[in-house]
């Protein structure tokens, strides 16, 4: 999963670049949020928040990908969007699947905030 999102990052910073777009050098807060949350925790409520904010996460870009597709009005961002958009269903898959794994071991719940 490192490798396929490394290599993503890299293309979309090679298309952006072509695009004059400058991309984000920084966390978003709500990553920000996550990334704090995460560096407190430990074991089993570490696995299972890591785990639910990956599966938020490659789902909002899955929806992100597939409305470049449908409705982007760059070329190079709408093929890009086509060739990544598998890999992030299949790490969405693989998320979700873990995750019924944590929950099959009792992995305890985090807390809500």
């Given at each position: 999963m490192v490798t396929d999102h490394?290599?993503?990052?890299?293309?979309?910073?090679e298309i952006a670049g072509n695009s004059n777009i400058s991309l984000p050098s920084m966390l978003d807060p709500d990553h920000q949020?996550?990334?704090t949350e995460l560096e407190h925790l430990d074991g089993a409520q570490?696995?299972?928040?890591?785990?639910?904010?990956?599966?938020?996460?490659?789902?909002k870009t899955a929806q992100l990908l597939a409305w470049e597709i449908g409705f982007g009005q760059n070329a190079e961002?709408?093929?890009?969007?086509a060739q990544v958009l598998p890999t992030v269903l299949e790490h969405l898959a693989m998320a979700t699947?873990?995750?019924?794994?944590?929950?099959?071991?009792?992995?305890?719940?985090?807390?809500?905030?």
């Open positions: 490394r290599q993503a990052s890299d293309q979309l910073t949020r996550i990334r570490f696995d299972h928040v890591y785990i639910a904010s990956q599966i938020v996460d490659h789902q961002f709408q093929r890009f969007a699947r873990t995750q019924a794994e944590l929950a099959s071991k009792g992995a305890p719940r985090h807390p809500p905030n």
